[in-house]
């Protein structure tokens, strides 16, 4: 029997997560939201979600006392982030005045109203809706998910890794950003794939069965 652990910090589509994690997860899987360092540090599998403002999802982690329980599991276990899951491994956002974030990555979390292209259609900010998803590299995750595929985006800020090697999916929105990166046992998505249909179920079941 494998364990998933979802990390309930208080900012997460938990439920959604939940629900689909399960669904593709299997048999012998247990999935569990939790917020409990020891039982994240037990299981097989993290998934670290989330959505709102970066201020609050610093304050909620900070106050759990979770980011070196996230730091140590990114070391030697199976790793999925999602959306501020993604975004608060870097070292800095823009949102909120500018805020410190848990630095595991090095670079810039930025704001799509400083690329708005002259005499181009304005952004709508946040994004939100179905955009695609173009794989720069391979990676076991993107088995069996096209690439181009249509994810489920909400986001008005996106990453900007200082090492382009992270990179390995990218997307179009005012200008082409990296919308997934990987190294090692950690893949973070941008988008939500528990609200992305087929690809976004098939992502979270190469998740479960990832061996890295």
Sequence with gaps: MQTVAIIDYNMGNLHSVHRAAEHVAPPDTRVIVTRDPDAILQ?????????????DCMRELHAREL?????????KRPFLGICMGLEVLLEHSEENGGIACTGFYAG???YF?????KNAPRLKI??????????TRPHPLW???PDGARFYFVHSYYIDPADTGLVCGSTDYGIRYASAIARNNV?????HPEKSADAGLQLLSNFMHWNP
């Design 43 to 55: 299981a097989e599998r993290i998934i670290f979600p989330g959505q709102g403002a970066a201020r």
């Design 67 to 75: 980011i070196p329980v996230i730091h140590e599991v990114m070391q």
């Design 108 to 110: 810039e979390v930025r």
């Design 113 to 117: 109203g400083r690329v708005q292209q």
């Design 126 to 135: 946040p994004q939100i809706g179905w955009n695609q998803i173009w794989h």
């Design 143 to 145: 088995e069996g998910v």
């Design 187 to 191: 893949f973070a998505i941008q988008a």
